[in-house]
């Protein structure tokens, strides 16, 4: 019985030993050790044998078994390691390949793409970029900028205050008293970022985006303002636009003014102008000459308000990206919804 074991054994090792796939591991499992196979049932008849023959064939059956049953899973370890090396190679992805199904590319947020359009304009009339910080102390916020100790805008219901201090700034202005403190006449800079105001609604937000300009050079007029804003708008707008200045206050600006476009709406005969209620006119920013004031905060820098003149200008991103576009709700800006966003792809 014992020689009829070792047979047994020998022919499965050899048949494992060849086995190509899990499935026929599987098969040959049940040949050699499902219950109808030969070695489960010289091991369920070793109590008809004699008892001389019992102990050898016992052994001999559980050490054939028990050594099939470790090759079997040895071999099952080898053919899965392979069979999944197949598969990688079958399965490979190209991943520089487009989805499916294919997505759109992306592109820039309307108020980043406006952002870029604005200052690529000015960099073209000589300015360059500065950046500052929106943290800001009150000195550089208000008191630089010639802000009356009694100006509203100081109140705790308009302007996030840190600590009696520190405020969140709540324009771009600040730059230009801590730009000129860098650096002497001439000055040609523009400051775009964020501002923050406690205003919520169609038209405004707590947080916003700004973009300041300022000139300072001897010599520089009122008409030097002009036809650097009449140059912007035309280059924002459309070539055949034109500007008007308003008179108009602000405590770091005097003269002030508001800058109004020429309507750049298409719209059939006898409807209403939703952009400027049929007056032709669109207002865009508010600007001015430097006023003396504020030149004197920096006059240790090199900044004579005898000797050397400038302009400031300042707009609100977000307007001139919603007139442009035709977007009817600030906060659309800020949704993140999909379907809005990319109609200016």
């Given at each position: ?24 591991l599987e098969e040959l499992r049940v040949r050699y050790l499902g219950r109808k196979a030969a ?240 007056t032709g006119w669109v207002e865009i920013l508010g600007a001015g000459m430097v006023d003396p ?53």
């Amino acid at each position: 019985m014992t020689e009829r074991i070792q047979e047994l054994r020998a022919a499965a090792e050899a048949a494992i030993a060849a086995a190509s796939s899990s499935a026929e591991l599987e098969e040959l499992r049940v040949r050699y050790l499902g219950r109808k196979a030969a070695l489960p049932n010289i091991l369920r008849g070793i109590a008809t044998l004699p008892p001389e023959q019992r102990g050898p064939t016992g052994r001999a059956a559980n050490q054939a078994r028990q050594a099939l049953d470790g090759l079997i899973a040895q071999r099952a370890e080898q053919l899965a390691g392979g069979e999944l090396e197949q598969q990688l190679r079958r399965d490979v992805a190209d991943v520089t390949l487009p989805g499916e199904p294919p997505q759109p590319v992306g592109h820039l947020h309307l108020l980043t793409a406006t952002r870029r359009e604005i200052e690529d304009v000015f960099l073209g009339l000589g300015f360059r970029i500065a950046e500052g910080p929106e943290v800001e102390t009150v000195y550089y916020n208000f008191d630089a900028l010639n802000f009356d100790v009694t100006h509203p805008t100081r109140e705790r219901a308009d302007t996030f205050y840190v600590n009696d201090q520190v405020v969140l700034r709540t324009h771009t202005s600040p730059m230009q008293p801590r730009a000129m403190e860098t650096q002497p006449p001439p000055l040609y800079i523009i400051v775009p970022g964020r501002v923050y105001r406690r205003d919520s609604d169609a038209t405004h937000t707590p947080q916003f985006h700004q973009i300041e300009g300022l000139a300072v050079d001897s010599d520089i007029t009122l008409a030097d303002l002009k036809g650097t804003l009449l140059a912007f708008a035309r280059a924002i707008f459309g070539p055949d636009r034109e500007i008007r200045l308003r008179p108009h206050f602000f405590p770091f600006t005097e003269p002030s003014i508001e800058v109004d476009v020429s309507c750049f709406m298409k719209h059939r005969s006898g409807e209403r102008c939703r952009v400027c209620k049929d007056t032709g006119w669109v207002e865009i920013l508010g600007a001015g000459m430097v006023d003396p004031n504020v030149f004197s905060f920096v006059s240790e820098y090199g900044y004579d308000a005898e000797k050397v003149q400038g302009f400031a200008f300042g707009m609100g991103i977000e307007r001139i990206a919603m007139l442009k576009h035709g977007v009817p709700d600030l906060r659309l800006l800020y949704d993140n919804d999909v379907r809005f966003l990319e109609q200016f792809g």
